[in-house]
């Protein structure tokens, strides 16, 4: 079974910092890119960043392309998200997604994902 268990949302003010992780497992994880994905209050799922299976590759949304770094630990099984100059914009519950989804919504059979960690930027 595929599992991908999110961690490290919270609140914090505007300029501030987080790092998100996502534990993975139930599939070989070192053969897949990973992607974050977001969804703001009220709106849709929206893209935000992708690692190649070995990290070499990465891809930025232009709303946080500066700000975030995807990074992974593939003895791990793990995947971050390193969120920087955080804006209140970026509220959203953020959630870890199996595969190479840069265009959202998804048609067809859709990914799997965690259940996601909650980000709040807030003064």
């Known amino acids: 079974e595929i599992q991908l268990v999110e961690s490290g949302g919270g609140l914090v003010q505007p300029g501030g910092s987080l790092r998100l992780g996502c534990a993975a497992s139930?599939?070989?994880?070192?053969?897949?890119?990973m992607t974050w994905a977001r969804q703001p209050p009220g709106k849709g799922l929206e893209w935000v960043s992708t690692?190649?299976?070995?990290?070499?590759?990465?891809y930025y949304g232009d709303s946080v392309k500066g700000r975030f770094t995807i990074s992974r630990d593939n003895g791990k099984n793990l995947v971050y998200l390193h969120l920087n100059g955080l804006k209140t914009e970026d509220t959203a519950m953020y959630y870890c997604?199996?595969?190479?989804?840069?265009?959202?919504?998804?048609?067809?059979?859709?990914?799997?994902r965690g259940q996601g960690t909650q980000v709040t930027v807030s003064s």
């Open positions: 997604v199996k595969g190479n989804y840069q265009s959202w919504p998804v048609l067809g059979t859709q990914p799997d």
């Open positions: 139930g599939f070989t994880f070192s053969q897949y890119y």
């Open positions: 690692i190649s299976a070995t990290g070499a590759l990465t």
